[in-house]
């Protein structure tokens, strides 16, 4: 995968981890634009290649009652309109084949939920799109797996795929990293690590995910460490409030310490 062919991507030749973020779900124009403003202007500050994430709906929720969207076609309009506003690309998730060729008309980079990452079909319906395609590995998959799921993004002539780690579950109602998959699934693909949906608690009987939010500089200076080409983060500026994935976001205004430090040890690593 070349990164300097998802359009509109900034600082390639930085030597930087690059760094997809935003909040879990487009809750609305306004959040999302206040949100991708302030990362667009840290990002450029610290030189780190950026992409908006931001769900344009949320198909895998644990109640029935649980937020899942402001509309389909409202929300990928809302990443189009951040994408435009701030010259940058945008990536969102798909979770069924007539997902694919839809969500491509507005945003850059197509990402497969962990849940969905063995569904052969939404993986080709992704490729053929000739989008960039971002696989994140399922919870109950091992790193070496991915290689399968790479290869039916290749298989089908697009060579833009990379794979995120977001943790394994750990019992019923936790999740770990191991680490060691890192370099593994480096051999398939550009790898990048999901700090804060690795730190979830799933499975609560509120029906409510919940989340470690302090570990998230923890978390994400362990994956710079072992290599990592890439961090994924969710934040928002009110995670207490937010309408998916609230108790494991960072919040908003914590961004720039931790990108600094975090631009700091890649330096360090880079040495190595």
């Keep these: 995968m070349d990164l300097a062919k998802i359009p509109q991507l900034k600082h390639t030749d930085s030597n930087n981890f690059f760094l997809l973020s935003g909040p879990c779900a487009i809750e609305g124009e306004d959040m999302a634009l206040r949100i991708a403003e302030h990362i667009v202007e840290v990002t450029q500050k610290l030189k780190i290649p950026y992409v908006f994430k931001g769900s344009f709906k949320k198909a895998n929720r644990s109640r029935i009652d649980s937020f899942t969207g402001i509309g389909d076609e409202k929300a990928l309009k809302i ?56 696989i994140k590995k399922g919870q109950f998959m091992s790193p070496e797996s991915m290689k399968h799921a790479v290869t039916k993004i290749t298989e089908t002539g697009n060579e833009q795929a990379m794979i995120t780690e ?36 799933p499975n609560q009987s509120s029906g409510v995910t919940g989340g470690r939010p302090a570990l998230i500089g923890t978390m994400a200076k362990a994956g710079i ?17 937010a309408k998916s994935d609230g108790a494991n976001m960072l919040d908003l205004s914590l961004l720039e310490r931790l990108l600094t430090d975090l631009v700091a040890l890649r330096q360090v690593v880079s040495g190595f």
């Design 166 to 201: 977001r943790g394994t579950m750990f019992g019923y109602q936790d999740m770990v990293v191991d680490f060691r998959g890192i370099p593994t699934m480096k051999q398939y693909a550009p790898v990048v690590l999901d700090v804060t949906h690795s730190l979830q608690q």
């Design 79 to 134: 990443l189009r309109k951040v994408s435009e506003t701030f010259e940058v690309p945008t990536i969102t998730d798909i979770h069924e084949k007539s997902d694919a060729a839809m969500a491509a008309e507005y945003v850059d980079v197509l990402q497969i939920p962990a849940f969905l990452a063995r569904q052969t079909d939404l993986l080709v319906a992704a490729s053929e799109t000739g989008k960039v395609v971002n």
């Design 225 to 241: 460490a072992a290599g990592v080409d890439g961090l994924f983060m969710e934040t928002h500026f009110d995670p207490a409030n």
